[in-house]
């Protein structure tokens, strides 16, 4: 008989128990050195950018801008990511990306498409007070920034730049964007938001000026007035970070010590001549002044004294290049003039939508001795205009700026400055944003009165696009669809038969 089998030892059971422990043990810490060397990565990584010239490659400035946030930035892409402005989209969301991966505890980045999540959407337009672009199409695209209580507009056909030589010398029947500017706008509008300075505005009223406050009561059906400033007033506070209020000057009433800028929009009335004198004595004490003109002349005296005049009958644009309707009172402007107010409008070839305006012009007997009002006409109507027996080109908005006078004190600012424009209806709540350009050109003419410092600009840039393109003949183009169509799939079916052969045999 056989040897029966010796049954294993209790030595023998123990060394595979712990050869099993030991296993497990030994796996344990594999998964955790592997666990806290991902945590470790996670807040000790390297990014480096594969592409020479990446757009989304961050510059120095904007590295140092985001990594010094002590405030949290909430940034929406509210877009619609196909259709004609995919390619802005895909070039805004990978550069935030990289903005969210240098600061990710302060920095948060969500696409909202609105056809997919239209509660969301309109509850955001109505919250900013943009629910007229909700049917612009693409038009109403934008990148919305908001930090510390305030918020910035970028909309997206600001984020490029556009080759418009080849296209006016007819090298090219297409407009081509030749440069993006995403990083020079997103970091300037951080910049702004997280590091702004507390400003006041003071509307004027009593002569029946255009209304801050919105005519909308709590009750829905309650119609809203669309020429009031409710928007401009919102611009402000949300922008510009700048506190509002309504003031009148008559009476006792005097302008307070603390106004920063005072606006005039589209008066009605006259005004008297104690309340002119108040506005003058707060202008030679460096104040800044935003004027937008109605019909009424009555601040022709007070203008004439900076070298600002007002043509009496409103300007009829006759170039049908600048008016949608012939019979529409509403024109864009034609040309600009280049000014620190103009340039972002000139860059990207924007043009303000105007109403009936008035031609507002430069004195031609305004001294020109030194220390003497600086006037420049800054917005233009093409040659074909009209104003009462008068054609020509003629100038809307003028700017103002004086500098310190020896002798004067100039408690207020560095120096006066003041923007005229002759119309008031062009940046009511119906027109602020029927035109870009006319919210473009709202936000720069406070930023110029106010003086807001600007430095980013010049140091960040646009970045320059490449566009490559592959031209072919017709027989080229040809060959090319029959490889694609039938060569490569015919060689994938040719190497199939081929093992099949060698199955078989």
């Known amino acids: 008989m056989p040897p029966a089998h010796e049954p294993k030892s209790n030595s023998s059971t123990g060394r595979g128990w712990l050869m099993g422990l030991n296993t497990l043990v030994a796996i344990g810490l594999c998964l955790t050195l592997v666990a806290m060397a991902n945590y470790l990565a996670a807040g000790h990584f390297i990014r480096r950018p594969w592409a020479k010239n990446s757009t989304a490659q961050l510059k120095p400035l904007t590295v140092s801008i985001l990594q010094a946030l002590t405030n949290d930035v909430k940034v929406t892409l509210f877009f619609q990511p196909h259709g004609e402005e995919e390619d802005l989209y895909s070039l805004a969301s990978s550069l935030l990306t990289e903005y969210q991966n240098v600061n990710p505890k302060r920095i948060q980045v969500r696409t909202l498409d609105d056809t ?88 004027l009223y009593g002569h029946g000026e255009h209304n801050p406050l919105s005519s909308s009561s709590d009750d829905s059906n309650a119609a809203v007035d669309a020429n009031s400033y409710s928007k401009v007033a919102t611009l402000l506070k949300e922008e510009i970070n700048s506190d509002w209020l309504r003031l009148s000057l008559q009476g006792t009433n005097v302008v307070p010590n603390d106004c920063q800028l005072m606006i005039i929009a589209g008066p009605r009335h006259g005004f008297g001549a104690e309340e002119l004198g108040k506005i003058d004595g707060y202008l030679k004490q460096g104040g800044r002044l935003m004027v937008l003109l109605n019909d009424d002349t009555s601040l022709a005296p007070l203008l004439a004294k900076w070298g600002v005049g007002i043509g009496e009958d409103p300007v009829v644009e006759n170039d049908s290049n600048y008016r949608n309707n012939m019979t529409d009172s509403a024109f864009l402007v034609a040309h600009a003039w280049p000014h620190p107010i103009m340039t972002p409008l000139i860059r990207d070839d924007l043009h303000i939508r105007i109403v009936s305006p008035h031609p507002v012009f430069k004195m031609q007997n305004i001294s020109k001795t030194p220390g003497a009002p600086e006037v420049t006409p800054l917005a233009f109507t093409s040659e074909s205009a009209t104003s009462g027996r008068q054609k020509g080109g003629f100038p809307l908005i003028v700017a103002v700026e004086q500098g310190v006078i020896k002798g004067v004190n100039a408690p207020r600012g560095g120096g006066t400055r003041i923007v005229v424009a002759g119309d008031s209806v062009f940046l009511c709540d119906k027109m602020i944003y029927s035109e870009e350009a006319n919210h473009y050109f709202a936000t720069s003419a406070i930023d110029w009165l106010l003086e807001r410092p600007d430095a980013l600009i010049n140091e960040i840039g646009a970045r320059p696009l490449t566009e490559y393109k592959l031209f072919m003949s017709r027989s080229q183009a040809r060959t090319v669809r029959w490889l694609f169509l039938a060569g490569l799939p015919g060689a994938v079916l040719f190497l199939g038969f081929l093992v099949w052969l060698r199955r078989r045999s």
Do not use: M, W
């Open 116 to 203: 997919r999540f239209p509660g969301e959407g309109k509850a955001l337009l109505a919250q900013h007070n943009l629910t007229e672009l909700k049917d612009r199409d693409f038009s109403r695209n934008f990148t919305l920034i908001e930090c510390n209580g305030h918020s910035k507009i970028i909309f997206s056909k600001n984020l490029a730049s556009y080759d418009l030589d080849s296209l006016i010398s007819g090298k090219s029947r297409e407009v081509r964007r030749n440069a993006f500017r995403g990083e020079l706008l997103f970091t300037s509008a951080i910049f702004a938001l997280s590091n702004s300075q507390q400003y006041k505005t003071y509307f």
